[in-house]
């Protein structure tokens, strides 16, 4: 065995997979970048036998995938999330959330909204933990199924937000029933979810969204249709509805989490941009949406005409929507 | 913190499960990923995850640890410990943070195969955080060792080495991924956070911080530990799964998971840990021998909490206690004899004082393995480092992907346990190892070792340095000898004096 000094690899100022690119590597970039080690290999993900099943899963459903670039690893969250600051940002964000559940607890909110009010948000707020939950279990399969970890971590914090969502409304589903004992709130909220008709086009696009297993399209389906409507009916016209009901907390609430969803939405956006430097891409994405964009327009009218305080919820709801997708490019 | 006690409002955050009917149950959780093993989504309701967060307390803590981690790196920076620090204790870093780092990261995903695909809604909760537990342990893991790049290129390979086919590599990935990246969310559940992270990562963290703190590094002390605290709180994911599974009748098979998991991190540990412990940290500063951390962390305490949940100690138990005195010294000595084809300079751990150690921490070293190390002694100090550098490539096992080891000197015992298969002769280095195979054949049948690619031609050039390159390995890559031999010259000075 010869060591020649001469041959010796110098050490670099970062990692040897980034020390070609001209800028120096952000913290991002240090701790993000080409960690899928199972994308290696497009034949054999995983060092186990090739007859091992789970290779199969994973060659089907994220390498064969008909959505194709030559080097996803080279993608870039624009936020550049890390872990670090996830944390400090959401932290940030729940102090916000506390002090809001606080001083309208003080104020007596629950007290002063109407009980007809309180049976709505029994049907058409409490069952959103199931909605969210649903979004809950679609991120972490995009994480688990992203062909680069700069892609599978977008899905990682997204997660997270739709755990914080469902937290919330557990949380007020719990403090609302302390004010409207018997309405059904904490009990009812699964048969709503099941039978209610209101939820009924939700639930239909969230489970058939749930076994879309190619990550393209699953990411297509959960980030540009399903969460987009969640967004426009769910969070901004029950938002609204509820600030026409002297429910401010609720409208507060909400919108405390779309600055989640608009994260993601600029996310998804950047996600798509870098998939169409591809330009084969660009009609596999927007088959996947004129698929998919009806099960989200039939999902938005069936709950926002239960809204009834405000008539053209539908169409605003859908026309957020229009205008989420079309800020993505996609008709 | 929300004024409503959390316990008033947990059981809604969990109380997520519906009955599907725009799709079935089976196309929602299909059996090869969710592993629900026939048992009703209603039971696997009934799953309580012991330790019990919310989102708010979550994100409120782990940014304080962070906060705390961080600081002691920033703190230290200037101090330069890593300038100063024995090349035995980098080398420790080196081995930990390449192995480690990816593969955390990896882990996270298989968190997120609990989070989307356990039957369990507590389960799916606690797994969003355990993803981003294991998010945070690639990227601190990751960070840290980045510092270091400038120093020297095997500092690359904390990112790389998952990346290669180093052996030591692959020997990591074939345990992760066949316990963790290829299971269903409640094999993951028992194989990863009760079998492995329960037990081994306890030891690799806390018992290496307590080496980091002897050591005078505060800064991997401080990370290592906090990577622990997240740990001890995601491992507690499978306990409530067992108890499920034991309940309903499927004992044997999570008895049979259990086994094969802690077998096969055991014999990683044996390549990883077991020569960090017990050789490359100094000798000052090392806190317990391997055997000791083995037998407090997973011989005791681990075996207690297997009966605990209603399970057996692994019927390979007296086996394994038994190897904790030789295991770890056979593939240290491979790692040392092999030293150009890791990525970290391997500490020889086996001067005069080290020896005395040894011996006292291991009854007969001297008479066995010792005697390997006389040889290799003399001839260094004859100037024959010719004759301690390989040739040739050791036999490996094919399931541990580690080489066959066996105690040398008078009852020198190695033993090849072979396997017929569909007309392929298999190679296993205990009995145990051949066992996991035979639990699932198809899974591990068509794997090939690095010597199975080594003899069918897919090394070339068919020599060591064609497998060096083949291992990603360059120049200033391969280890050597972390004190250059000053431990082999001690001697030559012990005999002068006398």
């Known amino acids: 065995m010869s060591d020649s000094q001469t041959d010796t690899l110098k050490p670099l100022k970062t990692w040897s997979h980034l020390s070609k690119q001209r800028k120096r590597p952000s913290e991002y970039e240090v701790v993000s970048t080409n960690l899928h080690f199972h994308t290696n290999n497009p034949d054999k993900p995983f060092e186990v036998g090739r007859d091992a099943k789970m290779n199969d899963w994973y060659i089907k459903y994220r390498n064969n995938s008909p959505l194709k670039h030559q080097g996803w690893d080279a993608f870039r969250d624009p936020e550049q999330l890390i872990y670090r600051t996830y944390n400090i940002l959401q932290e940030g964000q729940e102090a916000y959330v506390t002090g809001l559940l606080d001083q309208f607890s003080e104020r007596g909110n629950d007290q002063m909204i109407s009980k007809q009010w309180a049976q709505e948000l029994n ?5 959103t933990r199931y ?15 992203s062909p680069a970890s700069t892609i599978s971590n977008l899905a990682t914090y997204q997660a997270g937000d739709h755990l914080r969502w469902l937290t919330h409304t557990a949380y007020r589903t719990c403090e609302l029933a302390k004010t409207w004992d018997g309405i059904g709130l904490g009990e009812n909220e699964r048969n709503h979810w099941e039978n209610d008709a209101a939820w009924q086009g939700f639930r239909e696009l969230a489970e058939k969204a749930l076994i879309t297993w190619d990550w393209a399209e699953a990411t297509i ?13 769910v969070q901004k016209q029950l938002g609204l509805a509820g600030a026409e009901n002297a429910d401010t907390l609720l409208s507060l609430l909400n919108d405390a989490q779309l600055r989640d969803a608009e994260r993601h939405q600029r996310q998804t956006k950047a996600l798509i941009d870098f998939a169409l430097t591809n330009t084969d891409n660009a009609p596999i994405i927007q088959a996947w949406v004129d698929k998919w964009q009806p099960l989200a327009d039939k999902a938005i009218n069936a709950y926002c005409a239960a809204l009834t305080d405000l008539p053209d919820a539908a169409e605003e709801a859908r026309a957020y929507a229009a205008a989420v997708r079309q800020s993505f490019g996609l008709k | 913190m929300y004024q409503i006690p959390r316990a008033e409002w947990y059981d809604l955050t969990r109380a997520t499960n519906w009955t599907p009917s725009y799709v079935s149950e089976e196309e929602l959780f299909p059996e090869e990923m969710s592993g629900a093993r026939g048992i009703p989504m209603a039971v696997w309701e009934t799953y309580d995850e012991p330790y019990k967060v919310t989102y708010p307390e979550y994100v409120e ?17 200037r101090d330069a410990y890593v ?68 120093r020297n290129r095997q500092w690359d390979w904390a990112h790389k080495a998952m990346h290669t086919n180093e052996w030591a590599a692959i020997a990591a990935r074939a345990f992760f991924d066949d316990i963790m990246l290829c299971r269903d969310a409640i094999a993951v559940s028992i194989m990863l956070t009760f079998s492995f992270e329960t037990g081994f990562t306890n030891m690799q963290f806390l018992g290496l911080a307590a080496d980091a703190s002897e050591a005078g590094d505060h800064t991997f002390a401080s990370l290592i530990s906090s990577v622990q605290t997240d740990e001890a ?18 004992k044997e098979e999570a008895q049979k998971m259990v086994d094969i998991s802690i077998w096969r991190a055991w014999k990683l540990f044996s390549v990883l840990t077991g020569p960090i412990m017990d050789y490359y940290t100094p000798l000052e500063h090392r806190s317990q021998s391997f055997k000791e951390f083995m037998v407090e962390w997973i011989i005791t305490q681990f075996e207690r909490q297997l009966v605990d949940l209603g399970l057996d100690a692994p019927w390979y138990w007296e086996d394994l206690t038994k190897d904790l005195d030789t295991t770890h010294h056979g593939m240290h000595l491979g790692v040392w004899y092999w030293r150009p084809t890791v990525w970290w300079n391997p500490a020889a751990g086996a001067s005069p004082e080290d020896r005395q150690w040894l011996e006292e921490k291991y009854p007969g070293w001297n008479k066995t393995w010792g005697r390997c190390w006389d040889v290799i002694t003399d001839n260094l100090n004859n100037d024959r480092e010719d004759l301690t550098l390989p040739e040739t490539l050791p036999y490996i096992c094919n399931m541990s992907q580690l080489p066959i080891v066996g105690t040398p000197g008078d009852g020198w015992d190695v033993k090849d346990y072979t396997l017929e298969h569909n007309g392929r002769l298999y190679h296993f280095g205990s009995k145990a190892d051949r066992w996991c195979f035979e639990q ?19 090394i070339q050039p068919a020599d060591l340095p064609g497998a060096l390159a083949y291992m990603g390995l360059g120049p200033g890559e391969m280890g050597q000898d972390a004190h250059n031999y000053a431990w082999a010259a001690a001697f030559k000075k012990q005999a002068k004096v006398a």
């Open chain 1, 221 to 233: 389906v959960f980030d540009v249709i399903l969460k987009p409507a969640v967004s426009a009916a």
């Open chain 2, 61 to 77: 803590i782990q940014r304080q640890k962070d906060a705390g981690a961080y600081s002691v790196k920033a703190a230290l920076e």
């Open chain 2, 440 to 458: 699932d054949p198809v899974r591990h049948q068509e794997h090939q070792s690095l010597i199975d690619r080594f003899l069918s031609g897919q």
């Open chain 1, 123 to 127: 049907r058409l707020y409490a069952p």
């Open chain 2, 83 to 150: 300038d100063r620090a024995d090349p035995g204790w980098i080398s420790t870093m080196m081995a930990h943070y390449g192995a480690i780092a990816v593969n955390e990261y990896a882990a996270s995903v298989a968190e997120a195969r609990m989070a989307r695909f356990s039957k369990a809604p507590g389960n799916r909760n606690m797994a969003v955080f355990g993803t981003l537990d294991e998010n945070r342990h690639g990227q601190i893991q990751l960070f840290f060792p980045h510092a270091n790049v400038k």
């Open chain 1, 131 to 145: 909605l969210y939950h649903a979004l809950q279990m679609g991120a972490s399969y995009l994480h688990q199924m």
């Open chain 2, 233 to 250: 709180r995601h491992a507690q994911q499978g306990g409530p799964s067992l108890k499920i599974l034991i309940a309903n009748g499927h």
